[in-house]
């Protein structure tokens, strides 16, 4: 049996590791050859690929980015490279011409669209989710985000010591557009005061109020964490409009940090380590079993898979009845 990997949208940790389990499974254990391809569905349209041995796969569990490279191609939009042609056929075709009898794809929710739109024309597909964001819809947890909510929560620590030493607001903006993972789980686990998100709505005075109270306390200093995704004036970014507005509601000196693409760099962690090499295993096997048209998740401990078609074009998002967001109230952090 061939097989055909990809990587494909933004790059974050563990996808080096995701590519080894998948490979080193694939050629040790079910004796098949791996086909990398490179720059994501581009590579696809292109038959940009090498071959891989066990000797390629040698340094990447513990490699930040991805081996292969990666693009934000979306082969069923018109638009980027090649748009004059019909590219799932292209890929179809091209698929048949590398003798490739199934594609791992991994990637976040673009990807999974993709993947499962790939899937419903034929071709055999698995996927494995990716994505620091863990809004992927089906799977407990995708790797790359315990990597970055480890370096959101370091950077939050050490603002810790320049907050109290000057007695100051410290406003802590983190990734996520429509999901607040990376900020409740960062925000628990560093301390956070105020930690906002774009799924629950907030008023500044209520902030004000909150950091208010921890003065009359005799609380000097507080930590503020939000999500890039969350509501402003449109004309700042999240922590540069909630610094300013903090400091206006409540007199308090209040600066930003944006931690920016530096959640996406650097090594994974050991439970990103472990979790995609059991993902990519899990992959493999599916293929050498004939299950395609799947994505692998992870519920509770366990590694399983859900057809492509259930998790195309949702997210999973926090919710009020999070464990998080409930145990955070009760202890007095603001969420809004």
């Excluded at 494909?8 to 040790?28: F, H, L, Q, Y």
């Excluded at 976040?108 to 499962?116: I, S, Y």
């Excluded at 994505?295 to 057809?307: D, H, Q, R």
């Amino acid at each position: 049996m061939r097989i055909g990997i990809l990587t494909s949208g933004g790059d974050c940790p563990g996808i080096n590791a995701t590519i080894r389990g998948v490979c080193k499974t694939a050629i040790n254990h079910y004796g098949m050859e791996v086909i990398g391809i490179h720059s994501g569905f581009q590579g696809l349209l292109t038959k940009d690929v090498e071959s891989f041995t066990e000797k390629s796969l040698s340094g990447l569990l513990n490699l930040g980015g991805t081996m292969l490279g990666t693009s934000r191609e979306k082969p069923f939009k018109k638009n980027g490279v090649l748009s004059d042609v019909n590219k799932p056929a292209l890929i179809e075709q091209n698929v048949k011409e590398l003798g490739l009898d199934c594609i791992v794809c991994i990637g976040g929710n673009g990807t999974q669209k993709t993947a499962a739109k790939l899937a419903a024309m034929g071709l055999n597909i698995v996927s494995v989710p990716k994505t620091i964001d863990n809004d992927i819809w089906g799977t407990d947890f995708s790797f790359g985000f315990d990597s970055a909510v480890s370096i959101a929560t370091d950077a939050i620590d050490r603002l810790h010591s320049t907050a109290s030493s000057h007695k100051r607001v410290m406003v802590i903006e983190v990734m996520g557009h429509k999901a607040g993972w990376i900020a409740l789980y960062s925000g628990m686990a560093g301390g956070g005061d105020v930690i906002l998100i774009p799924e629950i709505s907030y008023s500044i005075h209520n902030i004000g109020e909150t950091i208010l109270n921890r003065l009359k306390k005799g609380k000097p200093y507080s930590i503020v964490v939000v999500a890039e995704g969350i509501q402003t004036d449109g004309r700042k970014r999240a922590a540069e409009y909630i610094a300013q507005e903090i400091e206006y509601e409540t007199g308090i000196e209040t600066r930003e940090t944006v931690l920016g693409y530096i959640q996406r760099g650097g090594s994974p962690t050991p439970f990103d380590r472990n979790l995609s090499t059991r993902m990519g295993g899990h992959a493999t096997e599916l293929i050498a079993t004939g299950q395609f048209g799947r994505m692998i998740t992870l519920k509770g401990n366990e590694i399983a898979s859900v057809p492509l078609e259930e998790i195309a074009g949702k997210l999973k998002l926090v919710t009020e009845d999070n464990d998080l967001v409930i145990q955070g109230r009760r202890m007095g952090i603001c969420f809004g």
